[in-house]
């Protein structure tokens, strides 16, 4: 990891217009706990139902894309890109820099306010807000590695992450059986699922697969992303 490239990554990231969707998206998460728990409509069930869906199946792929493409994507759009490649740094090491400041983004976004609402809602009851919290951190690592790679990969990516992080996580994962053994946040939950003894939080994807594939995805993104930094030249042409 190189400090000068986090430092800059994380003004980058944090001074523009994406920390407004940053923060507020918790906010919401939040504010929905809030609400549920105000009219009474607690519980176990309406709890991991909603983590679920807006937490892990809504919240964490979009701040995994803000966050993921938003720390070198901007760079390569304006060209600002050459000038952080011409210094004498390994090209692996940007990516591998930019990765850490968009997990570590995603910690303190994602996974933080995911354990704050399911407590708000039922507390530390059956492991369920550490569960949750944990599926939207290794999850979030996960989207990170992938949304940063997008940046990379394709002038579109917010495109691309929005197509991917709503059609496919979100519809094709959800309901279709096959598709959910390659959908990150079906990953991130089985996880959480084994922190949790809920009942009602119960994943379908088995750690044995989920954990290495979490793993596979996320070292096999950033490499990707260092070596395919490496085949920018220092004229903007790829």
């Not at 923060?23 to 991991?48: D, F, H, M, N, R």
């Not at 379908?204 to 070292?219: D, M, N, R, S």
């Amino acid at each position: 990891m190189n400090g000068v490239i986090a430092g800059i990554s994380y003004r980058a990231l944090l001074g523009r217009r994406r920390i407004w969707l940053l923060i507020i998206l918790p906010l919401v998460l939040i504010g929905l706990a809030v609400l549920l728990q105000v009219i009474g409509s607690g519980g176990e069930k309406v709890t991991v139902t909603f983590m679920q869906t807006f937490a892990i199946g809504t919240m964490l792929p979009l701040l995994g894309m803000i966050a993921g493409t938003g720390v070198i994507a901007p760079e390569i759009d304006d060209g600002t890109i050459i000038h952080l490649l011409a210094k004498p740094i390994s090209r692996p090491v940007i990516a591998q820099t930019k990765f850490l400041v968009a997990a570590s983004i995603l910690a303190l976004f994602a996974a933080v306010p995911t354990f704050v609402a399911a407590y708000l809602l039922v507390g530390l009851q059956s492991g369920i807000a550490y569960g949750f919290a944990l599926g939207a951190l290794v999850g979030g690592v996960a989207y990170a590695a992938v949304f940063m790679l997008l940046g990379i990969l394709t002038r579109h990516a917010v495109t691309v992450g929005i197509v991917y992080a709503l059609v496919w996580e979100g519809v094709v994962g959800n309901f279709v059986p096959g598709a959910r053994r390659f959908s990150i946040q079906q990953w991130a939950q089985s996880v959480g699922d084994q922190v949790s003894s809920s009942p009602f939080f119960s994943a379908e994807i088995a750690p044995g697969f989920a954990v290495p594939a979490l793993i596979v995805i996320t070292v096999g993104a950033v490499v990707w992303a260092g070596q395919r930094l490496r085949s920018f030249s220092l004229t903007g042409d790829e």
